[in-house]
């Protein structure tokens, strides 16, 4: 039988996975929740409350940002636009990265394969792999139901929210499942999901920031990110479009279990490409190494971050326009944008300070890949040589502290280059990329803990992956739930001056860097002292 032991598979992913899925759902839901509570804080009753969130939900580049408003005077309308799509977008992301994790990840493990010596089924893995991950789908979403039929009623509008995201997650188990397929190894399989997630996302936000009556606006309804939005819990639900993102992972899903049966175990449907006879003399060395393994990635990073950033910067001056009549709107932004009395200058400082969190999961991700060398026992091999294991940390380490800093001038530059088209000059260009360096030592900060911790405590290392949630967290809703201030600032780029909203301040700057430095250092040496494996 092809799912003979599914039970059994379907048990050992959940428990050698529990804490993967318990942390994405509990941050999750809780964001939710917490915004829901927040409500009646950031939307007070008063005169003028419908013509803010009017202004609000008009503007092109808050609808790029969150989505397509459809009710901002009811608490469920409003937090399923605040935050329904990022949860969206985030489930999507766990369900992939899950279904993957417990396929192609113990496949390339070699677990499957010790696995299938017993009385397992050719599709059996991949079948619990899919369940599970859409278990943690309907439960995520369903926790967001119950929370929100009690504080943001009616029922109905919290069903269609929770239903959404959790079709939303569905998708993305079967894109995830699909790429688990094609490819040879983990890693090549989290990378084509994350780049169809970020094209997803990319094509939701074009067609949100169109202005009405263009024809990039209906495009909103190819990207799956954007269906649980479309369906419009709390303002007369639609609940036919949930049957899109339903239909869509059925299929998906059906393809992977189609595929894997016309590829060998421990292969891809798309084979590898033979590499040249010799290799080139870059591979002699370690760092060599290191940048090949890290090409791909970097490559997509590079692409992803100037297209969002150019596309981005080019709704900055719709932004500041959109708000002019709107003066207590206005002042939200300049409160979230480190106090700008421009509004434009509150923009590029909102964007980049989510933007650097962003590419701090990058410094993370390439410095996660000395551990998953370790894991793999590729380390030891390489170690055998004469390369030494400081010289094997920092071809891993040196990437993931010079790449998010070249893309964070990138970025703010990619920003300001809209607006310097349209006149500016280049002196935007240039202050809005320092303007991103200046966050840079936060982004140092994190790979430091990263590297603290992998040299110390390996087990541990994933808090480095908290440490990036908890900030991500605070930049997309810490203003609006009322945090205490020193809460707020307990991230690694609070401290850090808010360009051009703020003066450069160089103490914090150089602080951090320290601080970043001496971690890296200690880290180094923990590395050295510990043993491999």
């Given at each position: 039988?092809?799912?003979?032991g599914?039970?059994?598979?379907?048990?050992l992913?959940v428990r050698?996975n529990?804490i993967?899925w318990t942390?994405?759902i509990a941050?999750?839901?809780l964001?939710?929740?917490?915004t829901v509570a927040?409500?009646?804080?950031?939307?007070?009753p008063g005169?003028?409350?419908?013509?803010?969130m009017?202004a609000?939900?008009?503007?092109?580049?808050m609808?790029?940002?969150l989505?397509?408003?459809?009710?901002?005077?009811t608490a469920g309308?409003?937090t399923?636009?605040?935050?329904?799509?990022f949860?969206?977008?985030?489930?999507a992301?766990?369900?992939?990265?899950?279904?993957i994790?417990?396929?192609r990840g113990?496949e390339?493990?070699?677990?499957?394969e010790?696995?299938r010596a017993?009385?397992?089924?050719?599709?059996a893995p991949?079948?619990?792999?899919?369940a599970?991950a859409?278990?943690?789908?309907?439960?995520?979403?369903?926790?967001?139901a119950v929370v929100m039929s009690r504080?943001?009623?009616?029922?109905?509008?919290?069903?269609a929210t929770?239903?959404g995201?959790a079709?939303?997650?569905f998708?993305?188990?079967?894109v995830g499942?699909?790429?688990a397929?094609?490819?040879?190894s983990?890693?090549s399989?989290?990378?084509l999901?994350?780049s169809a997630l970020?094209a997803?996302y990319?094509?939701?936000?074009v067609a949100?920031g169109?202005s009405?009556?263009s024809?990039l606006?209906?495009?909103n309804?190819?990207?799956p990110?954007e269906?649980?939005?479309?369906?419009?819990?709390y303002?007369a639900e639609?609940?036919?479009?949930?049957?899109?993102p339903?239909?869509l992972?059925?299929v998906l899903?059906g393809?992977?279990?189609?595929?894997?049966?016309?590829?060998d175990?421990?292969?891809?449907?798309?084979?590898?490409?033979?590499?040249p006879?010799?290799?080139a003399?870059?591979?002699a060395?370690a760092?060599?190494?290191a940048?090949r393994?890290?090409r791909?990635?970097l490559i997509?990073w590079t692409?992803?971050?100037?297209v969002?950033?150019?596309?981005?910067?080019?709704?900055?001056?719709?932004f500041?326009?959109m708000l002019?009549d709107?003066?207590?709107?206005a002042?939200m932004?300049?409160?979230m944008g480190g106090g700008?009395?421009?509004?434009?200058?509150?923009?590029?400082t909102?964007?980049?300070?989510?933007?650097v969190v962003?590419?701090?999961?990058?410094?993370?991700?390439?410095?996660?890949r000395?551990?998953?060398?370790?894991?793999v026992?590729?380390?030891?091999?390489l170690?055998?040589t004469a390369?030494?294991?400081?010289?094997?940390a920092?071809?891993?380490?040196?990437?993931a502290?010079?790449a998010p800093?070249?893309?964070a001038?990138?970025a703010g530059?990619?920003?300001?280059v809209p607006?310097?088209?349209?006149g500016?000059?280049?002196?935007v260009?240039v202050?809005t990329?320092?303007?991103?360096?200046a966050l840079?030592?936060g982004?140092?900060?994190?790979v430091?803990?990263a590297?603290?911790?992998?040299?110390?405590?390996p087990?541990?290392?994933?808090?480095?992956?908290?440490?990036?949630g908890?900030s991500?967290?605070i930049v997309?809703?810490?203003?609006i739930?009322?945090?205490p201030?020193w809460?707020?600032?307990l991230?690694p780029f609070?401290t850090?001056p808010?360009?051009?909203?703020?003066a450069?301040?160089?103490t914090?700057v150089?602080?951090?860097t320290?601080?970043?430095?001496?971690?890296?250092i200690v880290?180094?040496v923990?590395?050295?002292r510990?043993d491999i494996?």
């Amino acid at each position: 039988m092809t799912f003979a032991g599914f039970p059994l598979l379907a048990r050992l992913a959940v428990r050698r996975n529990w804490i993967f899925w318990t942390i994405w759902i509990a941050a999750l839901w809780l964001t939710t929740v917490a915004t829901v509570a927040a409500y009646e804080r950031v939307v007070p009753p008063g005169a003028n409350v419908q013509v803010t969130m009017a202004a609000l939900g008009g503007n092109p580049t808050m609808r790029a940002m969150l989505g397509p408003p459809f009710d901002l005077l009811t608490a469920g309308g409003f937090t399923m636009w605040r935050v329904g799509t990022f949860v969206a977008t985030a489930a999507a992301a766990m369900a992939a990265l899950g279904v993957i994790r417990a396929t192609r990840g113990e496949e390339e493990d070699g677990r499957i394969e010790l696995l299938r010596a017993g009385a397992i089924g050719r599709h059996a893995p991949l079948a619990a792999g899919v369940a599970v991950a859409s278990a943690a789908c309907l439960v995520l979403g369903g926790l967001i139901a119950v929370v929100m039929s009690r504080t943001a009623p009616p029922a109905s509008g919290a069903v269609a929210t929770g239903l959404g995201i959790a079709l939303v997650g569905f998708v993305f188990v079967g894109v995830g499942a699909v790429a688990a397929q094609l490819t040879e190894s983990a890693r090549s399989a989290r990378g084509l999901t994350m780049s169809a997630l970020g094209a997803a996302y990319l094509l939701r936000a074009v067609a949100d920031g169109s202005s009405t009556d263009s024809p990039l606006r209906e495009l909103n309804w190819i990207s799956p990110l954007e269906w649980a939005a479309l369906a419009r819990p709390y303002a007369a639900e639609r609940w036919w479009v949930l049957a899109l993102p339903l239909v869509l992972g059925l299929v998906l899903v059906g393809v992977a279990f189609v595929l894997e049966d016309r590829r060998d175990h421990g292969a891809g449907l798309r084979p590898t490409r033979p590499g040249p006879a010799t290799a080139a003399p870059s591979l002699a060395s370690a760092r060599g190494l290191a940048m090949r393994l890290q090409r791909s990635t970097l490559i997509g990073w590079t692409v992803g971050i100037v297209v969002f950033g150019l596309t981005m910067g080019s709704l900055s001056d719709a932004f500041g326009t959109m708000l002019t009549d709107t003066p207590e709107l206005a002042e939200m932004f300049r409160r979230m944008g480190g106090g700008a009395q421009v509004l434009r200058d509150a923009f590029y400082t909102a964007m980049l300070g989510i933007l650097v969190v962003v590419l701090a999961m990058l410094g993370v991700s390439l410095l996660g890949r000395l551990r998953r060398e370790e894991e793999v026992g590729h380390a030891e091999a390489l170690l055998a040589t004469a390369i030494s294991r400081r010289e094997f940390a920092l071809s891993h380490l040196v990437p993931a502290l010079v790449a998010p800093a070249v893309l964070a001038l990138v970025a703010g530059g990619a920003l300001a280059v809209p607006d310097a088209l349209r006149g500016g000059g280049v002196d935007v260009v240039v202050q809005t990329a320092g303007a991103g360096l200046a966050l840079v030592p936060g982004i140092w900060l994190v790979v430091g803990v990263a590297m603290l911790l992998h040299g110390w405590a390996p087990r541990w290392v994933g808090l480095g992956w908290a440490l990036v949630g908890w900030s991500l967290f605070i930049v997309w809703i810490g203003e609006i739930l009322n945090l205490p201030s020193w809460l707020l600032t307990l991230t690694p780029f609070a401290t850090l001056p808010r360009m051009p909203a703020e003066a450069m301040a160089w103490t914090p700057v150089l602080l951090e860097t320290a601080l970043a430095v001496v971690f890296v250092i200690v880290g180094l040496v923990g590395y050295r002292r510990r043993d491999i494996g």
